[in-house]
């Protein structure tokens, strides 16, 4: 079964950047609609940002003007540029793929601390 592989977590200080890249092992990836999620403890994931196989995005305000999402039609791959983080980003960020046919899946996830 097809999975998405996340790297690129970490720990960073507030202001600092970072950059998650998200790895699908299937296949069609240019067809799927691709998102970055985030989770900490006790909350519902919170959506935010996804992009089209034809490269339409959208974003939450929370991170929107520090959040980039793009994606690699060629590599497989959807990244998530994030700057300017403040100690609020900290979260579990999950990959998530929402597939032409229907369905979805996820990707374990990759822990992301900020500290201030």
């Known amino acids: 079964q097809a999975q998405l592989v996340e790297s690129g977590g970490g720990l960073v200080q507030a202001g600092g950047s970072l950059n998650l890249s998200c790895l699908y092992t299937?296949?069609?990836?240019?067809?799927?609609?691709m998102a970055w999620y985030r989770q900490t403890p006790g909350n519902l994931r919170e959506l935010l940002t996804n992009?089209?196989?034809?490269?339409?995005?959208r974003y939450a305000d929370s991170v929107k003007g520090r959040f980039t999402i793009s994606r690699d039609n060629a590599k497989n791959t959807v990244s998530l540029q994030m700057s300017d983080l403040r100690p609020e980003d900290t979260a579990t960020y999950y990959c998530?793929?929402?597939?032409?046919?229907?369905?979805?899946?996820w990707g374990k996830g990759t822990l992301v601390a900020v500290s201030s």
């Open positions: 299937g296949n069609h990836f240019f067809l799927n609609t």
């Open positions: 992009i089209t196989g034809g490269g339409s995005f």
């Open positions: 998530n793929i929402q597939y032409w046919s229907g369905g979805m899946n």
